[in-house]
C-alpha cells in the first residue's frame, strides 16, 4: 500500500472526512465526475488496478487463490433539499445524500485500506462503487458495460444502512430480501363539459377516482396479506379548469411485490380493474408498466457467509430477518452472480434515526468503522489463507 498524507493519518477520521466531503457534495444518477475522481485517486493510493468506466472498480490481488468476490457502494444522491443543520451539510442546492450512500462509499474504501495494507487473505477482491442506484439504472449499465466479464465474480455483496435499527446490527436473509418496483401510468380519456351539467360529458375524474379506490382492493382481495405486495397511487391529475370537467385525467405510482409471480398477477388484475371501469362508464382507459427494479434475491450460501462475518465482527446479528418493501437496484448483480444484500443498523437517535429519504437524515459516523470492519471479516470468512475453507 503506498503511504499517502491521507493514508496515514487517523482510520476513523479519515472515513469520516470522506464521507463529510461527499456529503457536501453530492452528485446524480449517472453525473458522478467529482465522486468518481476522488474514489479512483484513493483507490490508485492504495495501490490497487482501478478500472473507470459507467461506475468505478479497485481490483486488490493477494496469494495465489483463484476465487474472487466483489463488494459494491453505491455512489449517487437524491434530489432533495437538505434541511439538516450540522456543518457537512449538502452545498448544493436541492441535492442531498438522504440515503446514506455516502457511508457506504467511505465505508467501502475503509475497507479497501484496511484489506491493502494487511492482505492476509488468499484470492482477488473487486471493490465496485455503482452509480445511479436510485433509478435502478446503475447496475445494469455496469452489467451492460462487462465488469463481471472483466472482472468474473464467485461471489457479490452489499451493505445498506437501517436506521431506527441498533448501531451495527446486522440483518439479512436468504432468499428475497427486497422488493421489485413497477411504476404504472393509468390515462383515461373522458368526455369534458360544463361543471354545471355533468351529465353531458364523462367526468374523468370520477372515473379515475374509482380506480384509484379499486386499486387497493388487489392487496388482501386478490392477492394475500402477506404477500408483501403495495400498491400506491402517487399522482393524480386532469385537464379540469374552475368551471370545467376534466375529459383527460392521468395516475402514475408503483407497486411493490417480492416474486415475478406477484408481479404478474398485478399487473393482470390493475388492467382488468382499470380497464373494467373504463368500460362501465363507456371511456377509454390504458394501462401502461415499467419495471425499474426486480426483486433481489440473497443466495443461502454468501447469506451464511455473512452470518459468520457478523459474528467474526462482533455485530448484533439478525437471522432470516423480514423481507424489505424498498427496493435496491443490487437484484441486477444478484440476478448474475449468488449475493447477499444485508442491513446495518445506523441508530435510532436524531437524524440517524430519521426515515432513509428524509430531508433531515444523515448517515452516522459511528457505523464507518464497523462497516469497514464487517467487509475484512467477509473477506476473511470468503477468500481464507490456505488451509482455511471458503
Known sequence: MKQTGWAMQDFDSRMAALRHDLHKHPELGFDLSRT???????????????????????VLRAGDGNRAIGL???????????????DHA????????ACGHDGHTAMLLGAAERLASDPSFQGTVVFIFQPNEEHGLGARAMIDEGVLTQFPLDEIYAIHNLPGAPLGEVSTRAGIICNSETLFEIAVQGQGGHASMPQTGVDAITVGAEIVSALQTIVARKLPPASGAVVSVTEFTADGQRNVLPGNAVLKGDF???????????????????????????????????????????????????????????????????????????????????????????????????????????????????????????????????????
Open 36 to 58: 468518481k475522481s476522488i474514489i479512483a485517486a484513493r483507490l490508485r493510493d492504495l495501490g490497487l488496478e482501478v478500472n473507470e468506466g459507467v461506475g468505478v472498480v479497485g
Open 72 to 86: 459494491r457502494a453505491d455512489m449517487d444522491a437524491l434530489p432533495i433539499t437538505e434541511t439538516s443543520v450540522h
Open 256 to 390: 411493490r411485490a417480492r416474486s415475478p409471480q406477484d408481479r404478474a398477477e398485478i399487473e393482470r388484475f390493475m388492467r382488468q380493474i382499470a380497464t373494467g371501469i373504463g368500460a362501465a362508464h363507456g371511456v377509454s382507459v390504458t394501462v401502461s408498466f415499467d419495471t425499474q427494479f426486480v426483486e433481489t434475491i440473497n443466495a443461502a450460501g454468501p447469506a451464511d457467509a455473512v452470518y459468520r462475518a457478523a459474528e467474526a465482527a462482533n455485530c448484533p446479528l439478525i437471522q432470516d430477518s423480514a423481507p424489505m418493501s424498498f427496493s435496491e437496484d443490487f437484484a441486477q448483480f444478484a440476478a448474475e452472480v449468488p449475493g447477499c444484500f444485508l442491513l446495518l443498523g445506523n441508530g435510532a437517535d436524531g437524524a440517524h434515526g430519521q426515515p432513509l429519504h428524509a430531508s433531515d437524515y444523515d448517515f452516522n459516523d459511528a457505523l464507518l468503522p464497523i462497516g469497514s470492519a464487517f467487509w475484512v471479516a467477509l473477506v476473511k470468512d470468503r477468500l481464507p489463507q490456505h488451509g482455511g475453507a471458503a
Open 90 to 97: 449538502s452545498q448544493t442546492s436541492g441535492v442531498m445524500h
